[in-house]
């Protein structure tokens, strides 16, 4: 984990916010390489969810919506995490991850340097003296925001972005041709006063999701098929990318951890280094939001009104994006290779004159280079030796990379070499986009 988090930031994935000023905790940017495969997860979330698809449409809802949705949809009164503070130095922790933290820290030894610092904070106040933990007090995690300049109202950043697509729910029925069964999906913020963000980008206080929220009709036979259906879709959906399955595995929830809106949520966990962890649910909301908001459906064809069920997949970007990272960060003979899919990877391809010091290597190169970066992202290095540049392309991920040499002045042919294997195929230049394109299917 620890290598990872100092690749990021060495190489522009993602940087602590505000760092000039002593950062800010639960909060990230993300650098030049980050936004990159930020933005090809979310591409290929919308492409398999929305663009693939006949019965789901995209909607980008807003951020800040009227107060009334959060005590409608039981946010105001259910959003709650359980906190629990020392006595003596005030250190907070959420009660869950205070347990979970003690059943994990004995086990995994005091060996890392994580685990030293976790048991020293689970036991003792700065000052040295044991904490002695207060009752358990239940937090709203609804960040407030106050709009307005003179007569000043609050409002509520939202804290997931399910409620956009809910209160949407007549609008989309209205101004398109959707009939249930059918999904409205949305990527976008959310807001959360987490009590304890940690663990890098996994728990942040800002984030952003990946949802999808289907309608169903309003019975059990129903409900199981698409609970199952879309557990499935996405479990698939991440192993396409590359994901390595035994990594991955559906943790159903507690009875007593379910959210206040679910029949039945299972979640998508990863094994990450800090533990198996959560980083997209599946719920069956049933028809708890649409009947709060007091919505119906009437069934063009046979005139029947009902309360729509949903099945919602609820997904992280900051979440699949550090599991992306991790479960493809590899080292061989002392060099790091981050083995992303073509799909994700921020540059598809890096481009290199042979030497930095022939006007004509030079020149052939950036030629290739400029007539690529229409169609596909490219990095340009003439820096060092080759070896250094493959070494450099490697671990930021960038799959394949072009090598201009003398007999490209020739036989206008390339050398690209492959990643994951190191193997180089001469190709023609004028089927390197092909080749690419192939590799990106
Ligand atoms: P947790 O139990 O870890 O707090 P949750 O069950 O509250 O998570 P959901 O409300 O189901 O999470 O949110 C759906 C998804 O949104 C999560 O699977 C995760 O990917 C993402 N998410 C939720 N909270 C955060 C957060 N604080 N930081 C980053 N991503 C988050």
Redesign the pocket.
Known sequence: MDKVVALCKRRGFIYPSSEIYGGISGFWDYGPLGVELKKNIKNEWWKSMVQLRDDVVGIDASIIMNPEVWKVSGHIEAFTDPLVECKHCHKRFREDHLRDLRARVPSTGVGSVQSKKEFTDLVYCKDGRKHEWMKPRNFNLLMEVMLGTVDKNMAYLRG?ITQGAFVNFQNVVDSTRVKIPFGIAQIGK?F?N?IT?GNF?????E?E?MELEYFIQPNDKEGQKWFEYWKKQRMDWYVSLGMNKQKLRFRPHEQNEK?HYAKKAE?IEYQAPFGWA????I?HRGDWDLSRHKLTYKDPDSGEEYTPWVIET???V???SLFFLLDSYSEQNGRTILRLHPKLAPYKVGVFPLVSNKAVLVDKAKKIYNDLRGSFTAAWDDRGNIGKRYASQDEIGTPFCITVDYETLEKDSVTIRERDSAKQERIPIEKIPQYLQKKLL
């Open positions: 997931e959310a959360r987490e963000p980008t996994y728990r942040s206080r984030f999701q959210a979640d959560e980083f997209e649910g719920h609820s997904g992280g900051d979440r699949s």
